[in-house]
């Protein structure tokens, strides 16, 4: 038996020192290694760390259901069980570990316990910035062991005053600040002599204490409990009894106006007055009492306490309390906070790190109480390098405002972009390899374009984007920089100032520039327009850049740009101009007034060392493929998009493909994307009056919506797809 | 009498091992009739409750799909989903609204508590619909909702619960069919109306040759 006493009182006290030692001395948490220990600058890594000690908290949302419209600081009553809590070790038995959180689960908001601690129905009251019409989920937190009360209601209300310390409120005659009586606390505002056995002086006496000046927001109410001890007769058939009003200035205090007459009541009552009227106005708000005459001023008087303003909408929101979860230890590497934190045990952790600068950073484990422990030197952040690889489109307006997309790699959230050194002004960062940006205004020319990550990181493509000048009268698909022909007797031939060169499948079109007047490259299009009617003369193109007929200059005459169209046939000389699988051009055309022109530099061997020139076109010989943005359409509401479909003719060997952008604004950000989100794939059918499902992921609850049709030949430029209509289903 | 008949000095009847017998069998049998009946009539109320049980969870799941189908985004655009995050429904003269947790509805003196919850669904290579964080692709135009109705009966918990997918199956079709007034018309254009215009094209787009078709300027 005694044996049995023993045993049992080693197990008490065996228990009762890991209670108390759990309860009363935290232990701070050992971190002893991370895996993997590196990862990119750009974070993401999923990391494991181990180690002793990692503790928790405990938190519960709080769902509020808001049936109104958006309320802002409003003032929200949580009741819930603190009892049960403390019981099971879980809170402090003060409630001072208590911290509400708003949705992001990082703000701290203003609370107040009003009352209730270690019951059942604990009274909190938090003020919540927004709730918006519907939903909206806040977290009440605790198990913080080492924390103190943050609970305040000055932070909570518009106005509170319960007189427990010394005011901003002034007050008159017998008012003050009393510990005979109080609602809670130990003080309240009472009107009587000191004793507070009366409020007789022998004659007519009255008071007031008014509070400081504040603003009123829209929709509030004036909340007080009041003990009156007073000489009780109705004040409506007798004039001549006590007098407790309670009125409002809007003019600082010079006029007031009654918002409550009232007699009362012997215990504390809660009561309270709307405000509605005065919202928006500057005001102070005052409590009076008037004993009128000099009879029956021999109770204890009025009193005031635990007086507030808060929002009062016209629907009330309500609250769900959900299912307690655990609040894990947060790790910090290099100071900044990983993310997805999850507690497997006191042994583990998991998490994301955040992106840093290439370094080793520490590694440290903060537990919800506070305690930390360091591993230093626990994670390395290696550099990835940022590249830029592809503009697309590569060239647009010297006025800006193209919409394009910059691939590449290890783009940051929010990177910046320079064009030719100017910041672009709406960049969206799509994916580590994608962004997108709308081109600053800059000068005519090719500029390299320049991505910037936060931490410093850059990546430059050299020659990524070719601003031209808009040109009235068309636009050229000869290239900025690549676009002049030489001939030794009238110098210099430019291919792209008109703005009207194209290099078409079949023909070119447009007319140069030269030192003896424009050269004319196809009758539909010289510079007195189509005169085909009476010249019909042009420079045609096989399809795969095999260059043939005239030009035309009214100083020099014809120029030939294939020996075989001339009367010799190719018997003297053999010439032609091409265009190479790049667009490049190349060979000789000639003139019998001035003799050879050449299309580049490379004709001759070596001579680009001296003189780098040539044209360039962004057509590509073996096909010819095009684009088509359409306008912005507006659903009018969040839609999801289902399908698209397209009728008309379909080539062999052609193709007809679409890309889909969607956004919540008729401005964007636009990026196209294909089937698998990104800009690589297209929607592409095998004929006509075929639907494709759209990808709904990419396009789900967005108002606006533009497509993008790529059409492209047959591969000899014989045949063109033609599109007739195009459809797209979507849902509201 | 028959020949099993047990006869001592001509005086016939049972011996006291069959009287055992018999009335061992016949205890056996009334305790197995008495189960049944026990269990026909606690089947029969445990009928009844799902009897009860059974058209308001139907009402309830039809309520939910009606929302679903005049108003998608109210549905779609609750916050926070999942088996454990119950709603129930509130009705006005003129829509329903959704408020977060349980009703009771008292029938026949029992308390049955109502509910409903909301799931993301995924669907797969097939198109087949599969559970969210299962893998595939989220289909936001899909919701699977569950409708739960729980009574207690002799500090027993009895429930039952009615799946349904619905879908945003309200859509309408966006046409163009002509591109012929040219580039330049940024919109934004109503999609039921549209517009002749587009956005922007390169060079060799010709939207003017054959008015109303897109082609290739070869």
């Known amino acids: 038996m005694n044996k049995k006493l023993l045993s049992h009182f080693i197990v008490f006290v065996i228990t009762a020192f890991i209670f108390i030692d759990s309860a009363a001395f935290a232990i701070a948490p050992i971190v002893n290694s991370v895996s993997p220990s590196s990862g990119s600058v750009r974070g993401g890594a999923q990391v494991t760390v181990k180690g002793f000690n990692f503790g928790t908290a405990y938190r519960k949302p709080i769902i509020i259901s808001n049936g109104g419209v958006q309320i802002s600081d409003y003032q929200l009553l949580v009741i819930f069980d603190t009892a049960q809590l403390i019981v099971a070790g879980k809170m402090r038995t003060d409630c001072g570990d208590v911290r509400v959180f708003d949705t992001d689960e990082t703000t701290l908001l203003n609370y107040w316990i009003e009352s209730g601690c270690n019951t059942a129905l604990t009274r909190i009251w938090v003020k919540v910035p927004v709730v918006p019409s519907g939903f909206k989920q806040i977290y009440i937190n605790y198990g913080y062991p080492a924390y103190t009360s943050l609970s305040n209601p000055q932070n909570v209300f518009i106005l509170y005053e319960d007189a427990e310390v010394a005011s901003s409120w002034t007050e008159t005659t017998l008012w003050e600040r009393k510990t005979c009586y109080a609602n809670a606390g130990s003080y309240s505002w009472g009107y009587s002599n000191a004793g507070c056995a009366d409020y007789d002086t022998g004659a007519r006496n009255f008071g007031d204490i008014i509070s400081p000046s504040f603003t009123l927001p829209f929709g509030t109410s004036l909340f007080y409990y009041d003990k009156s001890h007073t000489e009780y007769s109705g004040f409506v058939t007798n004039p001549s009894s006590d007098r407790e009003t309670i009125s409002i200035s809007t003019d600082g205090g010079d006029n007031w106006s009654q918002i409550s007459l009232y007699s009362g009541q012997w215990n504390w009552t809660s009561r309270s007055i709307s405000l509605a009227s005065y919202s928006g106005s500057n005001v102070k708000i005052r409590f009076s009492f008037d004993t009128v005459d000099r009879s029956n001023n021999n109770t204890p008087g009025w009193y005031a306490d635990t007086i507030f303003i808060r929002k009062t909408p016209a629907t009330t929101p309500s609250i769900t309390l959900g299912p307690e979860q655990i609040v894990p230890p947060k790790i910090y590497a290099g100071g900044n906070p990983l993310s997805s934190v999850f507690f497997e045990n006191q042994n583990n952790l998991t998490g994301t790190t955040p992106p840093h600068s290439a370094q080793y950073v520490d590694i440290t484990v903060v537990n919800p109480n506070g305690e930390s422990g360091t591993l230093a030197n626990g994670f390395r952040y290696i550099d990835d390098p940022l590249t830029v690889t592809v503009v697309n489109p590569n060239f647009g307006s010297t006025d800006g405002g193209t919409s394009v997309t910059i691939e590449g790699s290890n783009f940051f959230q929010t990177p910046t972009v320079k064009f030719g050194g100017v910041y672009s002004s709406d960049v969206v960062f799509v994916s580590p390899t994608m962004l997108s940006a709308i081109t600053p205004s800059h000068g005519a020319g090719i500029v390299d374009v320049l991505v910037e990550n936060p931490d410093g990181g850059s990546g430059l493509l050299v020659n990524g984007f070719r601003y031209e000048a808009p040109y009235a009268s068309g636009t050229t698909n000869i290239d900025f920089s690549n676009r002049w022909a030489w001939n030794d007797v009238i110098g210099w031939m430019d291919f792209y100032s008109t703005g009207n060169v194209n290099v078409l499948a079949g023909k070119l079109q447009g007319y140069a520039t030269s030192s003896v007047g424009y050269i004319a490259l196809h009758c539909d299009s010289s510079p007195n327009g189509n005169i085909c009617g009476s010249s019909n003369f042009g420079v045609t193109n096989d399809g795969v850049g095999n260059l043939s007929g005239w030009a035309w200059n009214d100083e020099i005459g014809w120029i030939s740009f294939d020996c075989r169209v001339t009367v010799d046939n190719c018997l003297s000389s053999v010439y032609q101009v091409t265009i190479d699988a790049n667009g490049n051009f190349g060979g000789w055309a000639w003139n019998d007034v001035v003799g050879w022109i050449s299309f580049g530099c490379g004709n001759i061997p070596g001579s680009c060392t001296n003189s780098s020139y040539k044209v360039q076109t962004s057509w590509r010989p073996g096909g010819l493929s095009a684009t088509l943005e359409s306008s912005v359409f507006d659903t009018r509401t969040s839609s999801t998009l289902n399908s698209i479909f397209w009728y008309g003719f379909l080539p062999t060997g052609g193709r007809v493909a679409f890309q889909i952008a969607s956004a919540d604004s008729p401005t964007g950000p636009w990026v196209y994307r294909g089937p698998d989100g990104t800009g690589s794939t297209f929607y592409q059918s095998a004929g006509s009056g075929i639907s494709m499902a759209i990808n709904r992921s990419y396009h789900n609850n967005y108002r606006y919506f533009k497509y993008l049709i790529l059409i492209a030949s047959d591969p000899l430029v014989i045949n063109s797809p033609r599109i007739d209509d195009v459809f797209i289903n979507w849902s509201p | ?218």
Not at chain 2, 41 to 48: D, E, F, G, M
Not at chain 2, 147 to 167: A, E, M, P, R, Y
Request: some cysteine.
């Open chain 2, 1 to 218: 009498m028959g020949d099993s008949v047990f006869c001592v000095d001509d005086e016939c009847g049972q011996s006291l091992l069959e009287v055992m017998i018999a009335i061992a069998t016949g205890a056996l049998l009334l305790g197995v009739a008495t189960v049944s009946v026990n269990f026909m009539l606690r089947s029969k109320v445990v009928t009844k409750h799902h009897a009860i049980a059974a058209p308001l969870a139907q009402e309830l799941l039809d309520n939910v799909a009606s929302i679903g189908e005049a108003r998608w985004l109210v549905l779609y655009n609750i916050p926070i989903k999942g088996d454990d995050i119950l709603y129930y429904l509130t009705e006005s003269s003129t829509s329903f609204s959704i408020l977060p947790g349980s009703e009771t509805i008292i029938k026949d003196g029992i308390s049955y508590v109502r509910s409903f919850s909301i799931n993301n669904v995924s669907r797969d290579g097939m198109n087949n619909v599969i559970s969210e964080g299962g893998g595939g692709i989220n289909d936001p135009s899909t919701q699977k909702i569950t409708v739960k109705v729980s009574w207690t009966l002799s500090d027993k918990i009895s429930f039952i619960t009615l799946n349904k997918f619905i879908t945003r199956w309200k859509n309408f079709s966006f046409g163009q069919t002509d591109w012929s007034g040219g580039g330049g018309a940024i919109g934004p254009f109503r999609s039921d109306r549209g517009t002749h215009r587009y956005g922007a094209a390169s060079s060799a787009i010709d939207t003017t040759s054959n008015p109303g078709s897109i082609q290739l300027n070869l």
